[in-house]
């Protein structure tokens, strides 16, 4: 990881507070036991975040830094949380640890809601004897449960943050005034997956403080997201990293995790990835999804996959993304797919190489070549807008309807 994180920064802040305390004789058997204690507290160490993929259900998740079991309480009043959710019970029980992923379901559409996320600790777990210690009532947060009916939708798509987590409210900055239904995220926030921390302090933290208590994202994994020795456990951070499809006002959405980028025999992955066959499976789940009846009465179809599936050089992930995508965008009569991983902002109009739908490609991750796309369908028209990092508009794209 390339940059300290907050939680060692601190700890790093109180030892080097301390060492200088015991030089200055300044109460410093106190100070070690306070220090230990602060660090001892049982916390939420990072979120409540909110992902979605609408049809009136919400996700929470947030982390503690010891294991707990916890709750949502939600309601349409800040001062009635009548209802209670918890994360998915499996084989009859209901999880406990240190992350959450809760999901509200049965909302009502349009509906302001109000939420807080509860924690109890688990002192000591016995066969016949468990024993609760604190209890975190964090505080009341809102969000509005997005009506799927809605006629006007807006989101904006950042990409390539790539281990730099000051660049989420840099770029969410430029689009400040405008109501969001969502924040997409679309692959390689991360260089590679290394530990837990990194999740919270370039991902998570970053987008609680920036927007994520109030406004959902939707994410994606990038290539880079499937290395490093945690990728395995970054699932268990969000609510879905994969394929995903949803309706939202006019559009339909289809979402495509791309793989990796090189070959599954290249010697970097030692044998232990297996994207072709993952590639193919979301194939069949975008050729589903074509043939469906939400996809063909919808306005506008609008796919989100992190590598492009053409303009992307040759190397073979980009070229499979073509192979088993192309003809299925071209046949599903895609209105505009959005993509990063080049690092180059551009738009491919339909027709520039066999693909018939536009293909917009966001920026990379230094200062500079950094973009926000800013995207807004209403009932007729889609329009879009390439944002620099400095706020020039670099690109824009249409389609009436
Ligand atoms: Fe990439």
Redesign the pocket.
């Known amino acids: 990881m390339k940059k300290q994180t907050a939680e060692h920064g601190r700890r790093a802040f109180l030892k080097s507070s301390l060492a200088f305390g015991a030089v200055s004789m300044v109460a410093p058997v106190t100070s070690v036991a306070a220090v230990s204690e602060i660090e001892d507290e049982f916390k939420v160490i990072a979120g409540p975040c909110l992902q979605t993929s609408f049809n009136n259900a919400i996700s929470v998740l947030w982390v503690t830094n010891k294991n707990a079991a916890s709750w949502v309480e939600y309601g349409l009043s800040p001062n009635n949380l009548d209802k209670k959710a918890y994360g998915k019970s499996e084989f009859g029980l209901k999880p406990i640890g240190t992350i959450n992923v809760v999901q509200l379901n049965n909302l009502q559409p349009g509906a302001n809601y109000y939420y807080r996320v509860v924690s109890k600790e688990i002192k000591e777990f016995q066969p016949y004897k468990l024993t609760y210690g604190t209890v975190l009532n964090a505080d009341v947060q809102s969000f509005i449960n997005t009506d799927t009916n809605k006629a006007e939708v807006n989101f904006v798509m950042l990409n390539?943050i790539h281990d730099r987590p000051q660049s989420i409210p840099t770029l969410l900055d430029l689009d400040k005034g405008t109501k969001h239904d969502f924040v997409f995220f679309n692959?390689?926030i991360f260089d590679y997956q290394t530990n837990e921390p990194q999740i919270i302090d370039h991902f998570l933290q970053p987008c609680t403080n920036a927007f994520a208590k109030n406004i959902p994202f939707v994410y994606v994994r990038?290539?880079?997201e499937t290395r490093g020795k945690y990728c395995r456990e970054l699932p268990q951070y969000f609510a879905s990293v994969g394929y995903d499809a949803f309706t939202l006002g006019p559009v339909r959405f289809v979402i495509l995790d791309t793989g990796e980028?090189k070959e599954d025999t290249h010697p970097v992955y030692a044998g232990i990835v297996d994207f072709d066959e993952y590639r193919r499976e979301q194939a069949a789940l975008l050729k589903k999804e074509i043939e469906s009846r939400a996809f063909k009465k919808a306005k506008f179809r609008v796919v989100m996959m992190?590598?492009p599936p053409r303009f992307s050089g040759e190397a073979h992930g980009p070229l499979h993304c073509t192979e088993v995508f192309e003809p299925l965008l071209n046949r599903g009569k895609v209105d505009l797919v959005l993509s990063?991983?080049t690092h180059r902002y551009k738009i491919h109009q339909p027709g520039e190489g066999p693909n018939q739908y536009p293909l917009v490609i966001g920026g990379g991750p230094k200062e500079g070549a950094r973009t926000l796309t800013k995207v807004r369908i209403t009932p007729n028209e889609l329009t879009l807008k390439l944002i620099k990092d400095d706020g020039t508009e670099v690109g824009s794209y249409s389609i009436k309807k």
């Open positions: 390539d692959g390689d990038g290539n880079h980028d992190h590598i990063g991983h």
